[in-house]
């Protein structure tokens, strides 16, 4: 019968536990983008309500910022080869796609943490929601003015913040729902308690 993995062998638990992290990881990812296909529903302008944060947040609250963040960029970059990008150019894939989800690593914070799995969350939906206003205000401004939900906005401010801050809102809102039903079933998980044993 072969040694457990809790063996106190130091560079064994550590080979162990990045090859766990990545094969997570993977699985997150591909869960990630089969969700960013089931949207709820899609603005004209790209932003979409669906769970893809969810397993990307779960990730990064499970492992830590480190992975998080490989993980997030890795999402942002095959999102755009395999769900399309709407965008103005290569800064406006860099910034929706690429950086606003690899931002969402900080949600790696929480690790460990009590209830760390919500205001984990909380963080790296916020900061996914920073990236996406700032490329509202310096690239979408091209776009003004211009009208979204019956109302016609010409400040660049106020129209990314309403624009990004809908869908992104609602992803989040809904991460946090489903993470409360599942907290209690794998508290275990959400803090990574599982992996220091």
């Given at each position: 019968?072969?040694e457990p993995v809790t063996t106190k062998a130091p560079g064994r638990r550590r080979m162990y536990l990045l090859v766990r992290m990545l094969c997570e990881g993977g699985?997150?990812?591909?869960?990630?983008?089969?969700?960013?296909?089931?949207?709820?529903?899609?603005?004209?302008?790209?932003?979409?309500?669906?769970?893809?944060?969810?397993?990307?947040?779960?990730?990064?609250?499970?492992?830590?910022?480190?992975?998080?963040?490989?993980?997030?960029?890795?999402?942002?970059?095959?999102?755009?080869?395999?769900?399309?990008?709407?965008?103005?150019?290569?800064?406006?894939?860099?910034?929706?796609?690429?950086?606003?989800?690899?931002?969402?690593?900080?949600?790696?914070?929480?690790?460990?943490?009590?209830?760390?799995?919500?205001?984990?969350?909380?963080?790296?939906?916020?900061?996914?929601?920073?990236?996406?206003?700032?490329?509202?205000?310096?690239?979408?401004?091209?776009?003004?003015?211009?009208?979204?939900?019956?109302?016609?906005?010409?400040?660049?401010?106020?129209?990314?913040?309403?624009?990004?801050?809908?869908?992104?809102?609602?992803?989040?809102?809904?991460?946090?729902?489903?993470?409360?039903?599942?907290?209690?079933?794998?508290?275990?998980?959400?803090?990574?308690?599982?992996?220091?044993?």
């Amino acid at each position: 019968m072969s040694e457990p993995v809790t063996t106190k062998a130091p560079g064994r638990r550590r080979m162990y536990l990045l090859v766990r992290m990545l094969c997570e990881g993977g699985v997150m990812i591909a869960l990630a983008l089969v969700l960013g296909l089931l949207k709820v529903f899609e603005l004209p302008q790209g932003g979409s309500i669906s769970l893809e944060m969810l397993p990307l947040l779960f990730f990064c609250v499970r492992w830590g910022m480190g992975g998080g963040f490989i993980a997030c960029f890795a999402f942002g970059v095959l999102q755009v080869f395999i769900q399309g990008a709407v965008s103005w150019g290569w800064q406006s894939i860099l910034l929706d796609y690429v950086l606003a989800f690899g931002v969402m690593g900080i949600a790696g914070l929480g690790r460990g943490k009590p209830h760390g799995i919500f205001w984990g969350s909380v963080l790296g939906g916020a900061a996914r929601f920073v990236v996406h206003y700032i490329s509202g205000i310096t690239i979408y401004k091209i776009l003004a003015p211009t009208e979204i939900f019956g109302t016609v906005f010409d400040n660049p401010a106020l129209y990314s913040l309403i624009y990004n801050g809908s869908y992104v809102g609602i992803d989040l809102v809904l991460c946090l729902v489903i993470f409360g039903i599942l907290y209690a079933p794998l508290k275990t998980y959400m803090t990574g308690a599982d992996l220091r044993r």
